[in-house]
């Protein structure tokens, strides 16, 4: 079955620094790959979408790759600020068959410090 | 005012209760969905609907049933409610004209079942 995996265990960093927010996922090829912020307490906030037949997206100061043959997804925080500091899941088509509907990860908690 | 919005924000009832919880939109989209989250589980798909006539289950749909009033509401209910059903309900739609389904969110209601 198709599965998604984030990094458990909570991010730290030090204001100013690159986060980098790994997604792996295995036993399906998806169309595309979202990431979305959720603060606590609070419904998930769409950020960035990659198709398949992108590298690298880019929007101020956050960066995804996709990578198909790792069946890896990177995303990037450039220049943290104490304000990025959330949970971040990505979130992968369900396939051919299953359009429109989302497989979520578990997320990975993000604690940038001042 | 907020695009998706759910009522009650947090509820608490005792085991056995019919409960149901709503979610209303204003964006105009076709799709809506109901996720549960619990920690550590990321986001469950519990029900979605692509139209008013079109209700579909999710991975996880046992214990719950819904129901698509208008193309604006989209409610959810749990027909005799037990404690594992405890965790934080979240609604979203999606419009896949605007592309692949990026999906909105409302603000989450924290169910605890006694």
């Known amino acids: 079955s198709q599965k998604i995996e984030q990094n458990s265990e909570a991010l730290n960093i030090q204001e100013g620094k690159t986060a980098t927010l790994t997604c792996n996922y295995t036993?399906?090829?998806?169309?595309?790959l979202q990431w979305y912020r959720q603060d606590p307490g609070r419904g998930p906030v769409f950020l960035l979408l990659?198709?398949?037949?992108?590298k690298e997206k880019r929007k101020e100061r956050l960066k995804v790759t996709f990578d198909t043959t790792l069946k890896q997804s990177l995303f990037h925080i450039t220049a943290s600020q104490p304000a990025d500091s959330a949970t971040y899941l990505c979130a992968l088509d369900g396939g051919s068959g299953n359009t429109g509907k989302l497989i979520f990860g578990q997320g990975t908690t993000l604690q940038v410090k001042p | 005012d907020a695009d998706v919005t759910q009522t009650p924000r947090n509820r608490i009832t005792k085991t056995g209760k019919r409960i149901m919880l709503e979610c209303s939109q204003t964006?105009?989209?076709?799709?809506m969905y109901w996720y549960r989250q619990d920690p550590g589980l990321g986001l469950q798909l519990i029900y979605y609907?692509?139209?008013?006539?079109?209700?579909n289950k999710g991975e996880i749909s046992d214990g719950y049933s819904v129901s698509r009033q208008a193309q604006a509401k989209f409610s959810l209910s749990l027909e005799s409610a037990i404690p594992n059903q405890t965790a934080l309900y979240f609604c979203?739609?999606?419009?896949?004209?605007?592309?692949?389904?990026?999906?909105?969110f409302g603000p989450g209601t924290r169910l605890t079942v006694l």
């Open positions: 964006k105009g989209h076709d799709r």
């Open positions: 609907s692509f139209d008013v006539k079109d209700i």
């Open positions: 036993n399906y090829s998806p169309a595309y």
């Open positions: 990659i198709r398949e037949n992108e």
């Open positions: 979203a739609t999606s419009d896949p004209g605007q592309g692949p389904d990026t999906q909105y």
